[in-house]
């Protein structure tokens, strides 16, 4: 009984975060058509938001904090952990043990959202696909152990830091196009605008995005590499995605920090890591081992 009222507040916070957002990405082309409010300066702020909140997840929740794909200096890895915390797609610790816990029971019994779940029937794949899109996190009870899954960023302070004024980021994902939007005008009506499109309707594209790998990438594309589950890389979300689309190649070797591992594959990610390793922010980076995937490619 004691734990109620924080399901009913974090179920609250999850319908507000995420619908809100949807409602917003929806009525975008109406809104444009019919009001013809969206500039350029709405545009650039929309995609320079993208590109940075993306890569928080992608480089910093995903690919450092979740698989420990590279080690960082701490002013990298304090500014990937507010970026992504900026993607509003929970709090860092959280969404890590989420992921891991996905891929301890991937496609199985204990995995939180794999579409597979219920069926290969038409309508079990229908109900699959919603559960794994977004369906899981409207349950209550599908909560991860982050004790359990995420040992080692309960005893990082400047995570568990971060994790806590996750509030305080998302405030701050709106509120700073918004600003920006109304310095560069100099009008609210700019950063009334700025705000739905570079605040609103980027989230709620980017949350798409990220949860297209869980569902679209757990279905549709091809499987080059061995893997235990049913991961699959589907090439045209790879922009979108910041690389993480190739996601029979991650499934395959985890701990990589290249997952567009062929040539020709985007994977702005993994140069973002790479830029990084240059400068010297970064060191000890997991770079994929031919040898290891020419034993696990499918014959």
Request: with cysteine.
């Amino acid at each position: 009984m004691h734990g109620e009222p924080r399901d009913v507040g974090r179920q609250s916070l999850v319908y507000l975060f995420l619908l809100v957002p949807m409602a917003a990405l929806v009525a975008a082309a109406p809104f444009a058509w019919a009001t013809g409010l969206l500039s350029w300066t709405d545009i650039a702020l929309a995609v320079g938001f993208y590109v940075l909140t993306c890569h928080g997840i992608t480089v910093g929740y995903h690919r450092l904090f979740t698989h420990g794909s590279y080690k960082p200096h701490r002013p990298v890895k304090i500014a990937l952990a507010i970026l992504g915390s900026m993607a509003v797609q929970g709090p860092v610790i959280s969404w890590v043990a989420d992921h891991r816990r996905h891929h301890a029971f991937a496609d199985r019994e204990g995995d939180p959202h794999s579409p597979w779940l219920f069926g290969t029937s038409a309508w079990a794949l229908a109900r699959g696909f919603w559960h794994a899109h977004m369906g899981w996190m409207f349950q209550p009870r599908n909560t991860t152990n982050a004790e359990r899954f995420a040992p080692d960023l309960l005893k990082d302070p400047d995570l568990v830091r971060i994790d806590r004024l996750f509030w305080l980021w998302t405030v701050l994902t709106f509120a700073l196009p918004a600003l920006l939007g109304g310095l560069i005008t100099m009008s609210w009506a700019g950063a009334l605008t700025a705000f739905f499109w570079a605040g609103l309707v980027r989230v709620s594209a980017l949350h798409h995005a990220t949860w297209s790998t869980n569902s679209v990438c757990h279905m549709i594309g091809e499987r080059p590499f061995k893997s235990r589950d049913r991961a699959a890389n589907f090439w045209p979300l790879a922009l979108l995605s910041g690389g993480e689309s190739w996601h029979n190649s991650h499934h395959a070797d985890p701990s990589c920090a290249r997952h567009g591992v062929k040539r020709g594959q985007i994977d702005t990610s993994a140069r973002l890591i790479w830029l990084m390793e240059r400068a010297g922010w970064v060191s000890n980076v997991k770079w994929p081992n031919p040898e290891r995937f020419a034993k696990l490619a499918v014959d």
